[in-house]
């Protein structure tokens, strides 16, 4: 099976830095992903890891470490608009096809 | 726009009875993911298929059953319906279903079930 941990929730303030942290444990790992839900909306794409290290797009960067499980996203200059849910997904391979399984997300409220 | 269709948005129904929810993917996209989302699960994987084949399934109930079709729409039937099955039923689309690339998903808008 898969398991996969995050924060239930996190708060912070607008112009600030957050990160939010992913461990995992799965076999067949094939990548990871992190995505942005905003409440009753469908999850968007933010970032892609499949090897390690750190990959930066604007804003948000995510960081993988395969050998330990282990994941962030990293928010810079927080926004209000940044307040939503954000979902870890660990994608694993087997027979040539892939699933993506998500954990239970990090909901993150951005204040003022 | 992530170009995945779902409908109904919304359906309102009872105990016992069955619905359908519809999904079309995005444009050349052969891969199809319905998920469920409950407030206290987080998003649920419950079947996969490529260009017409069930190619995964996840924690799907006996009562769900599925198909995509030769357009590559695809159908998620759920039958004797329950009240713990009111939730979020979101579908996705991918173009591979392999690993090449980075095989993101694009998820439709959803659809909401709510059973009484």
């Known amino acids: 099976g898969q398991n996969i941990d995050q924060p239930t929730e996190m708060t912070a303030t607008e112009g600030a830095i957050v990160q939010i942290n992913c461990t995992y444990q799965t076999s067949g790992f094939n990548g990871l992903f992190w995505y942005q839900q905003h409440a009753g909306e469908a999850p968007t794409f933010l970032s892609y890891n499949v090897l390690d290290g750190l990959e930066e797009k604007g804003r948000f960067s995510s960081f993988l470490s395969r050998s330990k499980g282990y994941s962030y996203l990293l928010l810079k200059e927080l926004q209000m608009k940044d307040s939503a849910s954000y979902l870890c997904?660990?994608?694993?391979?087997?027979?040539?096809?892939?699933?993506?399984?998500f954990g239970k997300g990090t909901m993150l409220l951005v204040s003022p | 726009d992530s170009g995945v269709t779902q409908t109904p948005k919304h359906l309102i129904t009872a105990t016992g009875q069955r619905v359908t929810l519809r999904c079309s993917p995005r444009?050349?996209?052969?891969?199809v993911y319905w998920y469920q989302q409950s407030l206290d699960q987080g998003l649920q994987f419950l079947i996969q298929?490529?260009?017409?084949?069930?190619?995964a399934k996840g924690n799907i109930l006996e009562r769900f059953s599925a198909q995509q079709f030769p357009d590559l729409h695809s159908e998620l039937n759920l039958s004797s319906l329950e009240l713990g099955d009111s939730a979020l039923y979101f579908c996705?689309?991918?173009?591979?279903?392999?690993?090449?690339?980075?095989?993101?998903?694009?998820f439709g808008e959803g659809s909401r079930l709510t059973v009484l």
């Open positions: 298929y490529y260009n017409g084949e069930e190619r």
């Open positions: 997904a660990v994608r694993t391979q087997n027979s040539g096809y892939s699933t993506l399984t």
């Open positions: 996705a689309s991918s173009v591979v279903a392999g690993g090449r690339g980075t095989g993101e998903l694009f």
């Open positions: 444009s050349g996209d052969l891969s």
